[in-house]
T-cell receptor, first 115, second 112 residues
Framework: ETGVTQTPRHLVMGMTNKKSLKCEQHLGHNAMYWYKQSAKKPLELMFV???????ENNSVPSRFSPECPNSSHLFLHLHTLQPEDSALYLCASSQGWTGGIYEQYFGPGTRLTVT | KNEVEQSPQNLTAQEGEFITINCSYSVGISALHWLQQHPGGGIVSLFMLSSGKKKHGRLIATINIQEKHSSLHITASHPRDSAVYIC??????????????FGTGTRLKVLA
């Protein structure tokens, strides 16, 4: 596997379910990101992890809970979501977060539908 | 008004046409990133540039820092170029943030 991978690619869940999204990067990067992309809106940054430490939480509701066990893996735990949370969730990684110009590499995304 | 504006929002072209997508920004930046998003959702990095011009195959990206403007050109367009093209600005070091600022995207459709 190369680049940034995400599983699952599609997820349908009820409002009372608990599920997790997984992201893995094989690029040796130190920073990882979760983005949300709703229809006809720009990408919205949710969380940033740099060297496994959370450095950004963009006022994301607590029903989204990120976890970064190491620099290669990032999870987004979901519980009691709302229909308006239906969107494409994209993971990205970059060599660094601060102190330089770092290009972000994106995964294929997980298309989430909340019923 | 968004800090990063793209034009046009939608573009339909005939195969073989020369295409230009524009990105204007109102903040100081370290670099500008052009991305391509196919209908399946995945995003592919095209170019990251801080000055001048970059070329890869049929794609050319230019940036004018003084005018705060970047363009993405596609020569000899092909139906497989159909996608959403997104520009993202990486704020400059004095901004206090490292977050990308995304444009809303340009939806390109190339007809055979």
């Amino acid at each position: 596997e190369t680049g940034v991978t995400q599983t699952p690619r599609h997820l349908v869940m009820g409002m009372t379910n608990k599920k997790s999204l997984k992201c893995e990067q094989h690029l040796g990067h130190n920073a990882m990101y979760w983005y949300k992309q709703s229809a006809k809106k720009p990408l919205e940054l949710m969380f940033v992890y740099n060297f496994k430490e959370q450095t950004e939480n963009n006022s994301v509701p607590s029903r989204f809970s990120p976890e970064c066990p190491n620099s290669s893996h990032l999870f987004l735990h979901l519980h009691t979501l709302q229909p308006e949370d239906s969107a494409l969730y994209l993971c990205a990684s970059s060599q660094g977060w601060t102190g330089g110009i770092y290009e972000q590499y994106f995964g294929p995304g997980t298309r989430l539908t909340v019923t | 008004k968004n800090e990063v504006e793209q034009s046009p929002q939608n573009l339909t072209a005939q195969e073989g046409e020369f295409i230009t997508i524009n990105c204007s920004y109102s903040v100081g930046i370290s670099a500008l990133h052009w991305l391509q998003q196919h209908p399946g959702g995945g995003i592919v990095s095209l170019f990251m540039l801080s000055s001048g011009k970059k070329k890869h195959g049929r794609l050319i990206a230019t940036i004018n820092i003084q005018e705060k403007h970047s363009s993405l050109h596609i020569t000899a367009s092909h139906p497989r170029d159909s996608a959403v093209y997104i520009c993202a600005a990486l704020p400059g070091p004095t901004s206090g943030t490292y977050k990308y600022i995304f444009g809303t995207g340009t939806r390109l459709k190339v007809l055979a």
